[in-house]
């Protein structure tokens, strides 16, 4: 073969160094890079010890009997939530998540997601937005927000 490259003996799997590397494009080439970064990345935050661990609304519900008033109201409130008429807007879902998170988990201890992951980023910021406020707090805004959605769209 004539020119920079040296023949490409590929019936015996010999390939040279950097020779695959070399024919990608330049957009290709930072595609590649950037998908190796956020596997890598993506790998350290499931090894990561300080996100809570995701629970089922059903599990929580069974797991732990209400012990207060403010505790079955919430409890009530997220079940009742599912039977609305109408899905509530986007806002006020994250809304009802960040309150929800709250009152299960406290403060969230998880570090901010990239910004091109859209949803989980959305989600992280409705949980910070109520960063601070006490769990029976959020289960007592939790409730007051789900009553006035039932009174907006109606339950089935």
Same mark, same amino acid.
């Given at each position: 073969?004539?020119?920079?490259?040296?023949?490409?003996?590929?019936?015996?799997?010999?390939?040279?160094?950097?020779?695959?590397?070399?024919?990608?494009?330049?957009?290709?080439?930072?595609?590649?890079?950037?998908?190796?970064?956020?596997?890598?990345?993506?790998?350290?935050?499931?090894?990561?010890?300080?996100?809570?661990?995701?629970?089922?609304?059903?599990?929580?519900?069974?797991?732990?009997?209400? =012990? &207060?008033?403010?505790? !079955?109201?919430?409890?009530?409130? $997220?079940?009742?939530?599912?039977?609305? *008429?109408?899905?509530? %807007?986007?806002?006020?879902?994250?809304?009802?998540?960040?309150?929800?998170?709250?009152?299960?988990?406290?403060?969230?201890?998880?570090?901010?997601?990239?910004?091109?992951?859209?949803?989980?980023?959305?989600?992280?910021?409705?949980?910070?937005?109520?960063?601070? =406020? &006490?769990?029976?707090? !959020?289960?007592?805004?939790?409730? $007051?927000?789900?009553?006035?959605?039932? *009174?907006?769209?109606? %339950?089935?």
């Amino acid at each position: 073969m004539a020119g920079s490259h040296t023949e490409v003996p590929l019936l015996h799997g010999v390939v040279p160094p950097g020779y695959c590397w070399q024919r990608l494009g330049t957009g290709a080439r930072i595609a590649a890079l950037g998908l190796a970064f956020m596997v890598f990345s993506g790998s350290l935050l499931v090894m990561s010890a300080s996100a809570p661990k995701e629970q089922t609304l059903d599990a929580v519900m069974l797991s732990s009997a209400a =012990t &207060s008033d403010t505790e !079955a109201a919430f409890n009530k409130a $997220a079940a009742d939530v599912r039977n609305l *008429k109408t899905t509530p %807007t986007s806002d006020e879902l994250l809304k009802l998540y960040g309150l929800y998170k709250q009152a299960l988990f406290g403060d969230n201890p998880s570090a901010e997601p990239w910004s091109i992951s859209f949803r989980e980023h959305a989600k992280w910021e409705a949980w910070m937005k109520v960063k601070g =406020t &006490s769990k029976e707090d !959020a289960m007592k805004q939790y409730v $007051a927000l789900e009553a006035e959605l039932e *009174k907006e769209y109606g %339950t089935n």
